[in-house]
């Protein structure tokens, strides 16, 4: 009976586990659907203000623009974008696995980290590598200016000199089934291959050069919060699929408790009914 009892206290703690998983599932299918919301109204003016950009530059010298100045790279900065929190699959390993796969490429003395997220602040934190700054529990309450000051930092650090290139590691949203990995250089900033070289024959005031110089901080500030928030759209889409996947889980292994427990209640039913039968055959003795 005491084997019965133990399967009825595993089945139940199974129970409980897969309503947790359940109501989890439910709460990121809602905050990933906010996030994708957010993720289609910026688009339209991080694309327009990109395509301006673009449509100027190459009419301007590029010598006078810090963002966009070519250097001989012996520093860089990698953003490192993951969640503070877990139970989301491999959406936090895959993106620490790539950037210590680029930080063992380029040397652990030659990359400053700039780290979102606590996953990968306590990561990296923990095994010495260089982290400049981490930025985490904003997730719940992000706004355009959370982004704006994070962008600030490591466009400080590019014009100090600081760095010489900065690229990002994050999780793209793709669909809710799937994100893709990425890494992407940020600064210098370059279109080259988005140039529009027509000419709008436009007249700019006060000049093109101060509208490019204001421009691109803008946009750098606008492609941080888009990143943002795809990488947050995957990670609840990455938990919801994980929480999905434990909810079945935790259905089967129910089903199997609630299969092993029969048998055993029904061994027991067996040796009741054996030890009865033995005990009146005695007394017939």
Known sequence: MANLKSLQERIKSVSSIQQVTKAMKMVAA???????????ISRPYSKNTQDMICRILPQVSNDNIALVSK?????????IITSDRGFAGSFNSSVIRLAEKEIEK????????FCLGKKASEYFSKRNYNVVQ????FWKDMTFDTASDIAETFIAAFKNHEVDEVNVIYNRFKTLASQ?????KVLPIDFTKDYNPKD???????????IVKSLLPKHLKVQMWQQMLESYSSEEAARMIAMDNATENAKEIIK????????ARQAAITTEMLEIVGGAEALVD
Request: hydrophobic share 30%; net charge positive.
């Open 30 to 40: 809602a905050k990933v659907k906010k996030a994708q919301d957010k993720m289609e």
């Open 106 to 113: 380029l040397g652990k003395d030659k990359v400053q980290l």
């Open 180 to 184: 893709d990995l990425l890494m992407e």
């Open 256 to 263: 199997e408790l609630k299969l092993e427990f029969n048998k």
């Open 200 to 210: 709008y024959n436009y007249d700019y005031e006060p000049n093109k050069e101060s």
């Open 71 to 79: 250097r001989k790279v012996s520093k860089t900065a990698l953003i």
């Open 134 to 137: 981490s930025f985490y529990d």
